[in-house]
């Protein structure tokens, strides 16, 4: 038998058996939308996210520039490319602006769940080089336990979480933003 064998035939026979998944701790009770809110905006303000009042929206697209490639799949912002004509994800590539809805946030983490639904193109939300995300108070949730219990995967297929813009300090300890994803993130709660 070769040692190949040998040291397969072992690691065959020291096998775990299988064990059972872990129970989820129960959700916490005490915390109102105001506290979900706060803790939400506190977290996501320390990693560079702004935040936008709804009524400001508009007249942020705007101002955003004219010149700029808009993306929005919430209708009633306009866009300048529609999402419907793009075939290839590459051609996204010069999106300065993307606009989407999020279907919720963690209050813990500031993280907000995006699924292909709402992306259209899985590539959307990382090509851009500006985000901004709507988010619902009401789907705020205070753990990243009850966002899971939310989620439908086989409903909506591809999903993601983003919670800030792209930051990475690998090079010399020193902080770049953007490097991976969107140079900006403003979250707008409605």
Wanted: net charge negative; glycine share 8%.
């Amino acid at each position: 038998m070769s040692s190949k064998s040998l040291i397969m035939e072992g690691i065959r026979s020291n096998k775990p058996g299988p064990r059972p998944l872990p129970t989820l701790p129960p959700d916490p009770l005490s915390l109102d939308i105001d506290e979900l809110e706060r803790a939400f905006r506190e977290v996501l303000s320390a990693s560079k996210t702004t935040f936008l009042e709804p009524e400001k929206l508009a007249g942020y697209v705007r101002d955003f520039g004219a010149d700029k490639t808009i993306v929005s799949t919430l209708p009633e912002l306009g866009g300048t490319l529609d999402l419907v004509t793009i075939d290839d994800p590459l051609q996204l590539a010069g999106v300065d602006l993307t606009i989407l809805h999020a279907r919720l946030g963690v209050a813990e983490n500031g993280a907000m769940w995006l699924s292909e639904t709402e992306m259209v193109h899985r590539v959307l939300p990382f090509i851009t080089q500006h985000l901004v995300l709507i988010v619902d108070r009401a789907t705020l949730v205070p753990t990243m336990h009850a966002a899971y219990r939310r989620i439908d995967i086989c409903e909506t297929g591809f999903g993601v979480f983003v919670a800030g813009p792209s930051k990475t300090a690998d090079i010399e300890q020193s902080l770049v933003i953007g490097a991976h994803g969107p140079r900006s993130l403003i979250v707008c709660l409605r």
